[in-house]
């Protein structure tokens, strides 16, 4: 009877018009938004749009952080700054591995996110299809978009892989049992960069967003050409130069060196049209330079230097990076800090302002004795200004704190006629003659999250009040793209073209803003060019990429013990204990040395230039060729 009663009603609501008001049968569903819906609605499109940009890939960066409160989920790729980077881990000892990686596995940096380009590209037709009450200007604009993200990403995929498939629709499976229709083969490398390019040529006039600095506008666009040109000049070069340049018999991996001058003059010209319209200009508001770099990259009002970033503005989206990170001596939390510590080489490798090298002094010229400073701080004097604002060293403060740098005292033991090195098994301890001993951010060779190197991170470390704690966390924003690097691209690509007066006005502006004065520089190499990105650029996810597009890596992290490039080293600050010995007595010496807790040498091999494809991945589609060494 129940079923009969089905029938009927369901014929009375066919048969008679009026009797049943809403067809249940037609009635549309309340929790499914359709494609006509979504497509033709701007406010669906933009929530689409922030997830792409949310999926954008990275290899470091503050943006792989947020562990949406998980105090044991903290394990994110930011981590890998002290595997590649000016660096070491000094964190919880669970981690010390990165500190021995006798080896970097071919599969290091791999990345083949091709589910992230098929969502681009289904968003890309859908609003082509679909997107029919959408203005010429919104359709245009989010189509420009999305395009710009499947550029990026492209770009990503290249700077690892080398050429990829080039997958620009929808691959749709017809059930009709061939699949030879979804292998799309590997592109050249050149042909993914030519890609690149023109998309940004496209796109760049309908971005829209001016002023924007999370969402992608024109400027945004031409940064991503600044660098990807750069990149692509620098492979057809180098590579080229290599006694056996690195290559597939079909492109797939190497660059002509017939291409080199075209790419970098698309360097110049997109960097140039950046810097000439005004819209960016060098941070410049501090009159302290150390802190005005700090600013540079932590200061988000009136901060006309940044170009492209990912904020971080609600509590949900925060991030524990200043938690992980904060210098141990200040901690705001009881839990959490001096994860990722700079190394002595990244220090070193600043210059002091009357332009002489910068290695830090600690011996007298014939090595008979320590040099002897009355304030711990004095050994850095001089220094370029982007120092301060990249790591906390001794003697300078963070938070308004002074920072306890010390590891130990040297003792003159009077019968030996040496030093005794005296070092506490603990922090903030004190020597028998009742001052410090052991600083309360040692640095100390064993103890996990303290530094282990002699430096704590500033870069990127949130100066606001208890921002290192799990309950506040931090805001800082993470830089993808600065006018800063932007100089600093168009220096190095004029000078591959040489113009070497135009590349020194570009490098000369970022050094002014260092502290150097006017026109510091007047003659410029390739190794010149390469310092100030490693001292400008430091812990902004360039260092790897720059050795690599140079083809310098395998030099500089050849695995040998006896390559101070390969080794991690550390400065180690000493109070002078030495009574009756009025100019030596509390003043203070360093030592330098291998970081203790760093025990293999770097060892980047040639097959690290391009990452290996996962096997699973060629299983899938035959055609795809397989990178060089692996």
């Given at each position: 009877m129940q079923k009969t009663y089905k029938y009927i009603l369901l014929g009375l609501c066919l048969l008679t018009a009026g009797a049943c008001k809403k067809d249940w049968l037609e009635r549309k569903?309340?929790?499914?938004?359709?494609?006509?819906?979504?497509?033709?609605?701007?406010?669906?499109?933009?929530?689409?749009?922030?997830?792409?940009?949310?999926?954008?890939?990275?290899?470091?960066?503050?943006?792989d952080i947020n562990n949406n409160g998980d105090l044991d989920g903290r394990i994110a790729q930011w981590r890998d700054m002290a595997n590649i980077d000016d660096a070491m881990w000094s964190g919880q000892s669970n981690e010390d591995g990165r500190n021995n990686i006798p080896a970097y596995g071919f599969e290091s940096w791999r990345l083949w996110n091709y589910s992230y380009i098929r969502d681009i590209n289904l968003a890309?037709?859908?609003?082509?299809?679909?997107?029919?009450?959408?203005?010429?200007?919104q359709k245009k604009q989010f189509t420009a978009?999305?395009?710009?993200l499947r550029a990026y990403d492209y770009f990503e995929l290249v700077k690892r892989m080398g050429g990829v498939p080039l997958v620009t629709k929808q691959l749709l499976y017809d059930y009709s049992g061939n699949a030879t229709p979804l292998q799309v083969p590997r592109a050249k490398e050149e042909a993914v960069y030519d890609f690149i390019a023109s998309e940004v040529d496209a796109i760049k006039n309908d971005l829209g967003n001016d002023g924007n600095v999370s969402r992608a506008n024109k400027y945004t666009a031409l940064a991503l050409k600044s660098r990807a040109m750069l990149y692509a000049a620098s492979i057809a070069k180098y590579n080229n130069l290599m006694p056996a340049p690195i290559s597939t018999p079909g492109g797939e991996?190497?660059?002509?060196?017939?291409?080199?001058?075209?790419?970098?003059?698309?360097?110049?010209?997109?960097?140039?049209?950046?810097?000439?319209?005004?819209?960016?200009?060098?941070?410049?508001?501090?009159?302290?330079?150390?802190?005005?770099?700090?600013e540079a990259i932590t200061k988000k009002s009136g901060n006309k230097e940044a170009i492209f970033v990912k904020d971080f503005l609600t509590p949900q989206k925060r991030h524990w990076f200043s938690y992980d990170n904060i210098v141990r001596g200040i901690r705001e939390d009881n839990l959490g800090s001096s994860s990722v510590t700079p190394s002595l080489n990244l220090v070193e490798s600043y210059e002091y302002l009357d332009g002489t090298a910068g290695a830090l002094k600690t011996r007298t010229a014939d090595n008979s004795d320590y040099i002897y400073y009355t304030n711990i701080g004095d050994i850095f004097a001089n220094k370029d200004a982007r120092l301060y604002g990249t790591v906390i060293y001794p003697g300078t403060t963070f938070k308004g704190l002074p920072v306890g740098i010390q590891a130990g005292v040297?003792?003159?033991?009077?019968?030996?006629?040496?030093?005794?090195?005296?070092?506490?098994?603990d922090l903030n301890t004190t020597y028998t003659d009742g001052k410090t001993l052991t600083g309360s951010s040692g640095p100390h060779r064993s103890i996990q999250e303290v530094s282990n190197t002699g430096f704590y991170l500033r870069k990127y470390i949130d100066?606001?009040?208890?921002?290192?704690?799990?309950?506040?966390?931090?805001?800082?924003?993470?830089?993808?793209?600065?006018?800063?690097?932007?100089?600093?691209?168009?220096?190095?690509?004029?000078?591959?073209?040489?113009?070497?007066?135009?590349?020194?006005?570009?490098?000369?502006?970022?050094?002014?803003?260092?502290?150097?004065?006017t026109n510091s520089l007047t003659t410029l190499t390739l190794a010149r060019i390469q310092n100030e990105r490693r001292v400008e650029l430091a812990f902004e996810d360039h260092r790897l990429w720059d050795l690599k597009r140079w083809r310098i890596a395998d030099k500089l992290w050849n695995g040998n013990v006896s390559n101070p490039n390969a080794m991690v080293y550390a400065l180690y600050p000493y109070r002078v204990v030495r009574p009756g010995d009025a100019a030596r007595n509390g003043k203070y010496v360093f030592v330098k040395m291998i970081a203790p807790r760093f025990r293999a040498p770097r060892f980047f091999q040639l097959g690290n230039y391009y990452s290996s494809i996962d096997q699973a991945v060629i299983n899938n589609n035959p055609t795809i060729v397989k990178n060089p060494f692996q």
């Open positions: 569903p309340r929790t499914i938004l359709l494609e006509e819906q979504v497509w033709n609605d701007p406010k669906q499109i933009v929530a689409l749009l922030a997830n792409f940009y949310d999926r954008l890939p990275v290899q470091t960066g503050l943006q890309l037709e859908n609003i082509a299809q679909y997107g029919e009450r959408l203005t010429d200007d978009e999305l395009r710009f991996v190497g660059i002509p060196a017939s291409r080199a001058t075209e790419f970098y003059t698309k360097s110049l010209e997109a960097s140039k049209e950046i810097i000439n319209s005004g819209v960016y200009t060098l941070y410049k508001v501090n009159p302290i330079p150390g802190e005005n770099f700090y040297m003792a003159w033991n009077a019968t030996r006629n040496a030093y005794d090195v005296v070092e506490g098994s100066a606001g009040a208890r921002t290192s704690t799990r309950g506040i966390q931090s805001d800082i924003w993470w830089i993808w793209f600065r006018l800063g690097e932007v100089y600093l691209n168009a220096g190095e690509a004029a000078f591959e073209l040489g113009l070497t007066g135009e590349a020194l006005t570009y490098i000369n502006a970022i050094r002014e803003r260092a502290g150097f004065g």
